[in-house]
């Protein structure tokens, strides 16, 4: 009976450390302590640059518009719809949320004497049953991000308000890169344009005639 004393003090002290370990475990279920704990990780994802805000007075200058539709035309601001392959095949900008009743114009529109060889992307929805300006920002992200995967760089500068046109509202055009990105807003109507190769005050131009074949 004395000789397997030994024996079972030796199994009782193996079976206390090994629940030890496991209670160790338990707390600490990647197995290190407290002061050796791995390093939580201290670079976020990358989101893509945001779109400048309009300004406040965009809405108060919109409502004054009265209600308007868009149209594909054939020719804006003397700039021909692009046709064959420099045509769109697909709707780069996404819209936002598409209700009955609305029309989304997106189209290609080339320089035929100057400018730049890229042509200017018009994207544009009408009969907008949320505040436009909101509608025109979302426009503005998707613009943006189409700008980029089509060689844009930097980040959008800030926005700044131009003569918006006999047709009134608010118009606004901001810097990305050697690019420039412009918007139109009004009661019912929000679009969006890229002009490659070009400063905000020349597109703002550009953009306020095209504005006049394209919004009726």
């Given at each position: 009976?004395?000789?397997?004393?030994?024996?079972?003090?030796?199994?009782?002290?193996?079976?206390?450390?090994?629940?030890?370990?496991?209670?160790?475990?338990?707390?600490?279920?990647?197995?290190?302590?407290?002061?050796?704990?791995?390093?939580?990780?201290?670079?976020?994802?990358?989101?893509?640059?945001?779109?400048?805000?309009?300004?406040?007075?965009?809405t108060k200058s919109a409502a004054a518009a009265g209600k308007r539709t868009l149209t594909e035309a054939a020719t804006a601001g003397g700039l021909a719809r692009a046709t064959g392959d420099a045509q769109l095949s697909d709707v780069p900008v996404d819209p936002g949320e598409m209700r009955d009743g609305m029309n989304l114009v997106e189209a290609n529109y080339q320089w035929e004497v100057g400018g730049s060889n890229?042509?200017?992307?018009?994207?544009?929805?009408?009969?907008?049953?949320?505040?436009?300006?909101?509608?025109?920002?979302?426009?503005?992200?998707?613009?943006?991000?189409?700008?980029?995967?089509?060689?844009?760089?930097?980040?959008?500068?800030?926005?700044?308000?131009?003569?918006?046109?006999?047709?009134?509202?608010?118009?606004?055009?901001?810097?990305?890169?050697?690019?420039?990105?412009?918007?139109?807003?009004?009661?019912?109507?929000?679009?969006?344009?890229?002009?490659?190769?070009?400063?905000?005050?020349?597109?703002?131009?550009?953009?306020?005639?095209?504005?006049?074949?394209?919004?009726?």
């Open positions: 009976m004395t000789g397997r004393q030994p024996l079972a003090a030796r199994a009782l002290f193996a079976s206390a450390a090994l629940a030890a370990t496991l209670a160790l475990a338990a707390c600490d279920p990647e197995g290190t302590d407290g002061d050796t704990a791995a390093p939580a990780a201290t670079t976020a994802p990358v989101s893509a640059p945001a779109a400048p805000k309009s300004s406040p007075a965009a890229r042509p200017v992307l018009f994207a544009g929805v009408d009969n907008v049953p949320e505040d436009p300006s909101k509608r025109r920002e979302h426009l503005w992200r998707g613009l943006i991000d189409y700008a980029t995967g089509e060689g844009s760089t930097g980040s959008p500068g800030e926005s700044v308000a131009y003569p918006a046109g006999p047709l009134g509202g608010n118009l606004e055009c901001f810097p990305l890169g050697a690019d420039a990105l412009c918007g139109w807003v009004d009661s019912s109507t929000a679009a969006v344009a890229l002009f490659p190769a070009s400063s905000p005050e020349d597109a703002a131009k550009q953009f306020a005639l095209m504005r006049a074949d394209l919004e009726h």
